[in-house]
């Protein structure tokens, strides 16, 4: 990995977003809002200028890996069912 890679990747601060989405999704209960979801991954982080919608999409990576078993009930009012 290039040094411009490497700095590209590094943590902001001292949790990741990707552990943060992980431990949310953890502590949700079996239906959710995500914005619900985006609150706790920025206090976890402790990143509140971050794009809410960049805890989404860390969400639906990790649902596209299989580490995370969630279905959008709602797209709109991005509501979600761990399943």
């Known amino acids: ?3 411009k890679q490497m700095r590209y990747f ?3 601060g001292a949790m990741s977003v990707i ?3 992980r431990i ?3 502590r949700m209960p079996r239906k959710f809002y995500g914005s619900i ?3 706790n991954v920025l206090h976890l982080t402790g990143r509140y200028g971050m794009y ?3 805890a989404l999409r860390k969400m639906r990576l990790l649902r596209q ?3 995370l078993d969630l279905k959008c009930l709602s797209a709109i009012d991005s509501y979600y069912r761990k399943l």
């Open 37 to 39: 979801l985006v609150e």
């Open 19 to 21: 552990d943060a989405v």
């Open 24 to 26: 949310a999704y953890e």
């Open 1 to 3: 990995m290039t040094e």
């Open 52 to 54: 809410q919608e960049t």
């Open 10 to 12: 590094k943590k902001k």
């Open 65 to 67: 890996r299989g580490e």
